[in-house]
């Protein structure tokens, strides 16, 4: 009970942070942005114990890392890179959740796996081929940041054709909008810059985290 209502305290927050946003007000959005993740952490913590929850609190708190070093960023490039670095341990940490969820058994759907898989490639190499004139000294941080993303979407889509539905759909979906998010991200910074940017990136960013949790709370919940 506890733990629902946090999940829907961080929906209706996460509301008006973006109608914050939308109307202009970024400096009170600002201060708003470091209590959002916070609610879905306590939303899995009160939540009753599963075999990977410490891995999704772990995935959760690296992004909230990540949320309040990126409130900096416009005042140096390093809190860029640190914020960067924490989402990629983030994104590390789910990684190695949806392969903590999997369980050991030979899929039926290889054919569909190597299609996703390969789609996935061809998302990083025309990411990277678009992006790399313009990195300059963070080449090798992007390359290493797009690579984990994908594997995790990778990850993310294997467990999905074995996964239960609808847990398996909130998780892939989940998925699918962080690595939109992250994209959306890293273009707006290296390679042009976005209408609405700040409202996109974070509309994408919150309901990604939120499919994400949703997903692995039903995948483990106790019959």
């Given at each position: 009970?506890?733990?629902?209502?946090?999940?829907?305290?961080?929906?209706?927050?996460?509301?008006?942070?973006?109608?914050?946003?939308?109307?202009?007000?970024?400096?009170?959005?600002?201060?708003?942005?470091?209590?959002?993740?916070?609610?879905?952490?306590?939303?899995v913590y009160f939540h009753s114990d599963f075999h990977s929850k410490k891995v999704l609190l772990t995935a959760l708190t690296f992004s909230w890392f990540g949320d309040i070093i990126l409130l900096?960023?416009?005042?140096?490039?390093?809190?860029?890179?640190?914020?960067?670095?924490?989402?990629?341990?983030?994104?590390?940490?789910?990684?190695?959740?949806?392969?903590?969820?999997?369980?050991?058994?030979?899929?039926?759907?290889?054919?569909?796996?190597?299609?996703?898989?390969?789609?996935?490639?061809?998302?990083?190499?025309?990411?990277?081929?678009?992006?790399?004139?313009?990195?300059?000294?963070?080449?090798?941080?992007?390359?290493?940041?797009?690579?984990?993303?994908?594997?995790?979407?990778?990850?993310?889509?294997?467990?999905?054709?074995?996964?239960?539905?609808?847990?398996?759909?909130?998780?892939?979906?989940?998925?699918?909008?962080?690595?939109?998010?992250?994209?959306?991200?890293?273009?707006?910074?290296?390679?042009?810059?976005?209408?609405?940017?700040?409202?996109?990136?974070?509309?994408?960013?919150?309901?990604?985290?939120?499919?994400?949790?949703?997903?692995?709370?039903?995948?483990?919940?106790?019959?």
């Amino acid at each position: 009970m506890k733990n629902t209502l946090l999940l829907k305290s961080y929906i209706a927050l996460s509301v008006i942070y973006l109608l914050i946003i939308l109307l202009g007000h970024d400096d009170i959005a600002w201060y708003i942005k470091p209590f959002l993740i916070p609610f879905l952490l306590l939303g899995v913590y009160f939540h009753s114990d599963f075999h990977s929850k410490k891995v999704l609190l772990t995935a959760l708190t690296f992004s909230w890392f990540g949320d309040i070093i990126l409130l900096f960023s416009d005042r140096d490039e390093m809190y860029f890179i640190i914020g960067f670095i924490a989402f990629l341990l983030s994104h590390i940490a789910y990684i190695l959740l949806f392969n903590k969820q999997i369980k050991p058994k030979n899929t039926k759907n290889k054919a569909v796996f190597w299609m996703g898989g390969t789609a996935i490639i061809m998302y990083l190499i025309v990411m990277i081929a678009l992006l790399l004139p313009s990195l300059g000294d963070l080449t090798i941080l992007v390359f290493v940041y797009a690579l984990v993303i994908s594997i995790m979407l990778l990850f993310a889509f294997k467990g999905f054709l074995m996964w239960k539905t609808p847990a398996n759909w909130y998780i892939l979906i989940g998925a699918v909008i962080f690595v939109g998010s992250d994209s959306i991200l890293i273009f707006d910074k290296f390679y042009k810059s976005l209408v609405l940017n700040s409202f996109i990136i974070m509309l994408t960013y919150l309901v990604a985290q939120y499919l994400i949790v949703v997903g692995i709370l039903k995948l483990n919940q106790k019959k």
